[in-house]
């Protein structure tokens, strides 16, 4: 079956006379429980929620591995960090990878003993013999399949361009070893980090538009970075779906998409600025994969090793003559 047919059907429960196809989110806190709790899948709603149970099929499906469910893409990258590392252990991390993740082993981590090493993602710094968790949060499983590369782990936060509305967030992990999926539920179930049932619905039936969401998203993204490459304003683009990428060739080999996201740059701060106020189409805000175009300068943040004239923007779902429109007449204000 086809990607596109496998988001609208998966984890859905056999067709019953009457029924939803998706049944709606359960809210529980405790369940009727009497007597011997092992006679009862459900017990209380820190442990187990059957809409949980829907969404991780799903996604299990897509994945190739197990999947446990997190509150947020964060509360997902702890869980792995904390289901695995040990005092003594050490970690390598991308330098230029999520910021928050640096954090966490920074600030978290490396103070309980874990040695923190960092590298850049380009360059192929993994060491043999590690167990290697990808955080596949910009590509999605519909763009990449980490567990079939042969990661041990598949991280996303799906609060970006898995859900794909800017209306929640969530994460999730994909293990490899049903033993790694075990730690996870502890861990899950016993720091808390549970998602609450109507994002998980929510993210349930969201995730049967994947496949037509990013299929426009992409090419969005492509038609942007195609238009951007012709603008004398516009330096260091970047999109690996244009074959001029350095990413190109591994993103090809790799990845069945190329994902929403083009980043560029202009000729500084203000430049920047001026260029994301003047677009009336495009949303400034910050994270990505939404169905709404959206962008930001980076360098408001600090944290990343980016240019003050740095963007990235997510292309979304609107059409792509609009959008090329609004960023041509925002450039004419840069100028
Ligand atoms: C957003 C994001 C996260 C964190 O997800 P939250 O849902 O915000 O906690 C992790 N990794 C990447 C690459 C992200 O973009």
């Known amino acids: 079956m086809r990607d596109a047919t496998r988001v609208v059907r998966a984890g859905l429960p056999a067709p019953a006379q009457g029924a939803p196809f998706l049944p709606g989110p359960t ?11 092992a006679s009862s899948p459900y017990t209380y709603g ?11 099929r799903a996604l299990q499906e897509l994945e ?10 964060m509360a997902a990258v702890a869980a792995v960090m904390g289901a695995v590392l040990r ?22 981590f490396a103070k309980i003993g874990v040695e923190v090493r960092t590298a850049p993602t380009a360059g192929n710094a993994q060491d043999s013999g590690v167990l290697v968790a990808v955080d596949n949060t910009t ?34 992990v994909a293990a490899r070893e049903p033993e790694w999926t075990q730690r996870l539920l502890s861990w899950r179930t016993q720091m808390g980090a549970i998602p609450g049932p109507m994002e998980v619905w929510l993210a349930h039936r969201s995730l049967a538009t994947l496949d037509v969401r990013l299929e426009r998203m992409c090419a969005n993204a492509l038609a942007i ?15 690996p779906g244009l074959p001029s990428d350095p990413a190109h060739e591994v993103a090809s080999r790799q990845m069945s998409k190329y994902g929403p996201i083009v980043s560029f740059e202009l000729n500084g701060r203000e430049a920047a ?36 004239g740095f963007i990235r923007l997510s292309a979304g779902c609107e059409h792509p003559d609009d959008l090329v429109a609004d960023l041509s007449q925002a450039l004419a204000e840069v100028l």
């Open 64 to 73: 190739g591995g197990q999947v446990v469910v997190f509150a947020s893409g």
């Open 27 to 37: 809210f529980s806190g405790p369940y009727h429980l009497a007597g011997d709790p």
């Open 139 to 172: 590509a999605t499983v519909l763009g990449q399949r980490p567990l079939a590369l042969g990661a041990d782990f598949s991280v996303a936060a799906d609060t970006k361009a898995l859900t794909g509305h800017g209306d929640l967030v969530l994460g999730h």
């Open 273 to 308: 600025e001026r260029f994301l106020d003047a677009c009336e189409l495009v949303l400034q805000a910050t994270s990505f994969g939404s169905v709404h175009t959206t962008a930001e300068r980076r360098a408001r943040w600090g944290g990343d090793k980016v240019s003050e």
């Open 87 to 108: 005092p003594g252990d050490s970690v390598v991390i991308p330098s230029d990878g999520y910021y928050t993740a640096r954090l966490l082993v920074e600030n978290y």
């Open 46 to 56: 820190r442990y187990h929620n059957p809409t949980w149970v829907l969404y991780e």
């Open 225 to 239: 970075a195609q238009f951007l490459a012709g603008r004398p304003e516009v330096r260091r683009l970047r999109y």
